[in-house]
């Protein structure tokens, strides 16, 4: 210990008490009207919220109308390649597969006759692939989708957040 510090008096420890004490009594005042305002700010919000899920309940079916109308015509519209790309890829995938079926089914008639056995044939005999046209798509219009349906939610949930805020 070191002696440098001298002990307090009766007077300067009671004099502190009273500091601390007026000092923790402007901490609960200062707390109270705190959590009286935070009180009226989220009974307000609260009543926000009760106005705009009101008003939103009694416009859904527009909102919804919009949300459809929003992304333009679903009608499937004729088949592009300029406007269709990944179509076209695929569409070119099963017509090659389509064609070399044609190459050997005429390597196979030349075959026969010019009396090829087919024993010594060396046409390879037709290998089935499928190309899961259906899942890519599905994929492609799940993944874009969920894009354009996440903004449009977002851009639901900000103006809720707004009006809620008094924004």
């Known amino acids: 210990m070191t002696d440098d510090i001298r002990p307090a008096t009766q007077e300067e420890l009671e004099k502190a008490r009273k500091v601390a004490e007026h000092a923790a009594a402007k901490v609960a005042e200062l707390e109270a009207a705190e959590a009286t305002r935070l009180d009226a700010e989220a009974a307000k919000r609260l009543e926000r ?3 705009y899920d009101k008003g939103f309940y009694s416009r859904w079916r527009h ?3 919009d949300a459809r109308e929003s992304e333009g015509s679903t009608e499937i519209p004729d088949y592009d390649p300029a406007t269709m790309g990944f179509l076209e890829v695929l569409i070119r995938e099963v017509a090659i597969e389509q064609k070399r079926v044609y190459v050997r089914n005429h390597a196979r008639r030349a075959e026969s006759t010019l ?3 087919s024993s010594q044939s060396v046409v390879p005999d037709d290998r089935y692939r499928t190309v899961d046209i259906v899942g890519h798509i599905n994929a492609l219009i799940g993944k874009e989708a969920g894009c354009r349906a996440t903004e449009f939610n977002d851009a639901l949930e900000a103006e809720r957040t707004e009006f809620i805020n008094g924004e």
């Open 115 to 117: 009396g090829i056995p």
């Open 49 to 51: 919220t009760r106005e």
């Open 63 to 65: 909102a919804a109308a």
